[in-house]
C-alpha cells in the first residue's frame, strides 16, 4: 500500500502539468478566436458597413468628457459656445425643411439644359360650343418630361475643286483648304474624341465596353482606335495640363496622395506595380503623375521649390521635405487620426467614444465655418473661440487615457501617433490659409483611379502612362470646378492648334469655366450640329425638314 503513494504523486504532478498545458493551450486559442473575429468584424464593417465618415456630435458627451480636462471658466465658456451652435444647427435645418416643404416632391430642371416647347391645341371637335360661337383660349397648362437623344453622327467634308485656266500657262487645279486635323489621318473628330476621354477617365469605362456600346449603334470602331487616339490626345493636351501643374503649385497648401496601378507590359518582364500621385489645390484643380516606385525622388522632382503647406498622411515618405526647407510646413490629416481611433474603439468603445466625439465637434466647426462661408479672420476667430479648447481637451485625453491601455494595442498605437504628429494636426488653428484640416479632398481626387481600376484594371504600356494622366487630371480638374469634360475638351481640341503659346493658359478650365466666348462657342456649335443632323435625319428619310 506504501509503495503506491509514490506513483500516484507522480501521476498527480503529470496530471497537474497537464492540466495547465491544456489551459494554456486554451487561452492561446480563446486569444487566437477574439483576434480572428475581430478581423471579421473590420473585414465585415468595410464591405457592407457605411462608406460615409460623417457622425452626428453628442454635444453633451463632449461637454462630459471635458469636465475633466479644462478649467471650470472655459468649460462654462465652452457650454455657451455648443448652445450656439446647437441654435445655428437647428436653424440650419429648418431653413432645409422649409425649402423642402416649398419644393414639393419634384425639383426643377436646371436652366442650363435645352427647352423644346411642343404646343398640343384642343382638337378642331371640341374648340366650338354647342351654340358655334368659338371658345376664347386660356393659355396653356404646362407639365415637363426629361428626353435625351445620343446618337454618333459622320461629317462629310466636301472641298470644292477648281479647274485650271484655259487662257493662261496655269494649268494645276486649285482645292480649298480642308479643315484642321486634331489627329493626322484620324478616323474621330473632336466631340468623339472627347466622348471617349470623358467615358474612359471620367466615369472609368474601358476601352473595350465603349467598343460594345458603338457596336450596338451599328459602328465597328475597335477598341485600339479609341485607345490610341485618346492617348495622343493625352499628348497634345500636355501643355495645357503644365498650366494646370503651376496653378496648383502656386497655392499657399497642396494636397498630396498616391496609390498604385498594374502595368501589364513595364521594363521587367510580367507585370508592374507603379505609382500614380495625386497633387491637388484646396480650391479643386487636380493634377496626376506617373512614376515607377513610391519614394521621394517623385516629390523631390515637384515639391522641391514649393514654399508652403503640404497637407499628406504621415508617410515618413514625406518627412524629407520639411527636413530639407523651413520655408514648407506639414498639415497633419485628422481623418488619418480619426481612423486610427476609431478602428480601436473595437477594442476599448468606451474610451474611444471620448475622443470620436471631441474630433467630431471639431468637425462640426469646421463645418460651421463653411456653410456660413467666413473670411480668414472670421475662421481664425471661431477656431480660437471654439476648436482651441476642443483640441487642448483631446491632448488631455490622450495624456489620461496613455496610461490605461497597452502601448502597443490598436488604441495605444492611436494615441501615439496623434502625440508624434501633434504639431502637424494642430497647426490649422494660428492659420486660417489651411481651409480643411484633414487630406480628403486629395483622396476623392485620388479615388478616380481607385475606382476605375477596377473596371480598366491596368494600364497597357509604361510608354501611355504619363498620357493617361495628363487626360486624368483634366477630367477630374473639369468634374471639380462644375465644368462638363465633354464640352470643354471638345472646344479645347478644335482650339489647341490655333492659340499660341503664350495663351494655352486660356484653355485651363479653371480661365475656360469664366471665358464668356468659350461658353457662347459650346452653344452655337451644338444648335449648329444638332441643326446639320436634324436635317441629314430628314433628308435620309425623304420628308420635309420644319422651320
Known amino acids: 500500500m506504501g509503495d503506491d503513494v509514490p506513483q500516484r504523486s507522480v501521476d498527480v504532478d503529470e496530471l497537474r502539468s497537464l492540466v495547465e498545458q491544456q489551459s494554456k493551450t486554451i487561452e492561446e486559442h480563446q486569444s487566437l478566436i ?9 473585414l465585415k464593417n468595410g464591405q457592407f458597413g457605411p462608406s460615409s465618415e460623417k457622425r452626428p456630435v453628442d454635444w453633451t458627451d463632449v461637454i462630459e468628457g471635458m469636465t475633466e480636462l479644462l478649467p471650470f471658466p472655459e468649460l462654462q465658456a465652452l457650454e455657451r459656445d455648443v448652445e450656439q451652435a446647437k441654435q445655428a444647427d437647428e436653424e440650419q435645418r429648418k431653413r432645409k425643411r422649409s425649402k423642402s416643404a416649398k419644393r414639393g416632391p419634384r425639383s426643377e ?32 397648362d404646362e407639365s415637363k418630361r426629361l428626353e435625351r437623344i445620343t446618337t454618333s453622327y459622320v461629317v462629310v467634308t466636301r472641298r470644292e475643286k ?73 499628348e497634345l493636351l500636355a501643355p495645357v495640363v503644365r498650366v494646370i501643374e503651376q496653378y496648383v503649385l502656386s497655392r499657399d497648401l497642396v494636397q498630396v496622395d498616391d496609390t498604385g496601378v498594374v502595368v501589364r507590359n513595364g521594363p521587367l518582364p510580367g507585370r508592374g506595380y507603379w505609382q500614380i500621385w495625386a497633387y491637388r489645390a484646396l480650391d479643386g484643380p487636380v493634377f496626376f503623375r506617373f512614376t515607377e516606385r513610391r519614394c521621394s525622388d517623385e516629390l523631390r522632382k515637384v515639391l522641391g521649390n514649393f514654399r508652403g ?73 471661431l477656431r480660437q473661440k471654439r476648436s482651441r479648447s476642443l483640441v487642448e481637451g483631446l491632448h488631455g485625453w490622450c495624456e489620461l487615457t496613455r496610461g490605461k491601455v497597452l502601448p502597443k494595442g490598436p488604441l495605444g498605437k492611436a494615441i501615439q501617433y496623434v502625440f508624434n504628429h501633434w504639431s502637424a494636426l494642430t497647426v490649422f488653428l494660428d492659420d486660417p490659409r489651411i481651409r480643411e484640416i484633414d487630406n480628403n479632398g486629395c483622396e476623392a481626387a485620388r479615388r478616380a483611379v481607385a475606382v476605375g481600376r477596377k473596371n480598366w484594371l491596368f494600364v497597357g504600356d509604361v510608354e501611355v502612362g504619363p498620357w493617361n494622366v495628363n487626360l486624368m487630371t483634366l477630367v477630374n480638374t473639369c468634374k471639380a470646378l ?33 471665358d464668356s466666348a468659350a461658353q457662347k462657342r459650346v452653344v452655337n456649335r451644338r444648335a449648329a450640329r444638332m441643326h446639320a443632323l436634324g436635317r441629314a435625319l430628314a433628308h435620309r428619310e425623304g420628308t420635309e425638314l420644319d422651320a
Request: charged share 25%; aromatic share 8%.
Open 34 to 42: 477574439t483576434k480572428l473575429l475581430r478581423q471579421i468584424e473590420v
Open 109 to 140: 430642371f436646371p436652366d442650363h439644359l435645352a427647352h423644346v416647347t411642343e404646343d398640343l391645341p384642343v382638337p378642331v371637335e371640341q374648340r366650338y360650343c354647342a351654340c358655334g360661337r368659338e371658345r376664347p383660349s386660356m393659355g396653356f
Open 162 to 234: 477648281l479647274a485650271p485656266c484655259r487662257s493662261c500657262c496655269e494649268r494645276s487645279p486649285i482645292t480649298a483648304p480642308g479643315p484642321a486635323q486634331i489627329i493626322e489621318g484620324g478616323l474621330l473628330g473632336a466631340s468623339m474624341l472627347a466622348w471617349t476621354i470623358s467615358q474612359r477617365f471620367g466615369y472609368h469605362m474601358p476601352y473595350y465596353r465603349l467598343e460594345q456600346q458603338l457596336r450596338g449603334e451599328g459602328l465597328e470602331l475597335s477598341r485600339s482606335v479609341l485607345s490610341s487616339s485618346a492617348v495622343r490626345c493625352g
Open 309 to 381: 503647406f503640404v497637407q499628406a498622411d504621415a508617410c515618413s515618405v514625406y518627412d524629407f521635405l520639411f527636413r530639407q526647407s523651413d520655408d514648407r510646413t506639414e498639415v497633419g490629416c485628422w481623418a488619418h487620426m480619426r481612423r486610427g481611433i476609431d478602428k480601436a474603439g473595437e477594442t476599448e468603445p468606451e474610451l474611444a467614444s471620448e475622443a470620436l466625439n471631441l474630433i467630431r465637434a471639431v468637425y462640426e466647426i469646421e463645418r460651421i465655418g463653411k456653410r456660413q462661408k467666413l473670411t480668414d479672420d472670421e475662421l481664425h476667430a
Open 482 to 514: 462644375g465644368v462638363d469634360p465633354e464640352h470643354y475638351l471638345t472646344d479645347v481640341l478644335l482650339r489647341l492648334d490655333e492659340t499660341p503659346a503664350s495663351r494655352v493658359g486660356s484653355l485651363a478650365p479653371m480661365h475656360w469655366r469664366n
